[in-house]
């Protein structure tokens, strides 16, 4: 069974600081993305990435793929209260559209 | 373009009711899909449809119907509502063949008592 997992699963950080988030996924995906989430809102999407390597930047937000090691990263520069959201990972991993979700990692950007 | 489109918002149902979630985009988009979020599980895919006419299962397809008439739109319909399947329900659309960011909709929260 295909495995997505985010961790944290909470993180809470203050401002200016930097941090990581980890999406493992359990089977071979050469497509992955990353999406955000609101409170209360839909989702919408952040990065695309689709191969060994790709890195993708907006903004504060940088966003990695290694599919040897079947782990993307979110990575978050000097973070600001506006980042506060959920973050998801999602795999792809028979090219079919069809996204297999992460839990999702809940961030808080305090002052 | 108003994109993906999703009514209602908010139902609140009883345990047997029958119902159907809206679900239109108006971006010519081949592929439309259906995921219900539960808290701490993520998104999950309930069925999808790669055009007018066609549907496929997803993960969590029990005790839910689609049909897709038209390219726009991809009702989701619960025959017999059951306190489980209380969620909040997301429509999504992209072009098919990807790999394509996928479009979602403002999502329906659905309660079943």
């Known amino acids: 069974e295909l495995k997505v997992e985010q961790n944290p699963l909470f993180l809470s950080m203050q401002e200016g600081k930097n941090y990581t988030i980890y999406c493992n996924y359990s089977?071979?995906?050469?497509?992955l993305y990353w999406y955000r989430q609101d409170p209360g809102k839909s989702l919408e999407s952040l990065f695309v990435l689709l191969s060994n390597g790709a890195v993708k930047q907006e903004g504060r937000l940088m966003a990695s793929l290694d599919t040897k090691a079947r782990l993307s990263t979110l990575h978050i520069t000097a973070a600001v209260h506006d980042l506060s959201a959920t973050y998801f990972c999602a795999v792809d991993p028979r090219e079919t559209d069809k996204l297999i979700f992460g839990t999702g990692t809940r961030l808080q950007v305090f002052p | 373009n108003a994109g993906v489109t999703q009514t209602p918002k908010f139902q609140v149902l009883k345990t047997g009711q029958s119902m159907t979630l809206q679900c239109a985009q108006d971006?010519?988009?081949?592929?439309m899909s259906w995921y219900r979020q539960d808290p701490g599980m993520g998104l999950r895919l309930i069925h999808y449809s790669v055009g007018a006419g066609i549907t496929d299962q997803g993960e969590v397809p029990n005790g839910y119907n689609v049909s897709r008439s038209t390219t726009e739109d991809f009702p989701l319909r619960l025959l017999s509502a059951a306190p489980s399947q209380t969620s909040v329900y997301f429509c999504?659309?992209?072009?098919?063949?990807?790999?394509?960011?996928?479009?979602f909709g403002p999502g329906t929260r659905l309660t079943v008592l």
């Open positions: 971006m010519n988009h081949e592929y």
């Open positions: 089977t071979t995906s050469d497509r």
């Open positions: 999504a659309s992209s072009h098919a063949g990807g790999p394509v960011e996928q479009f």
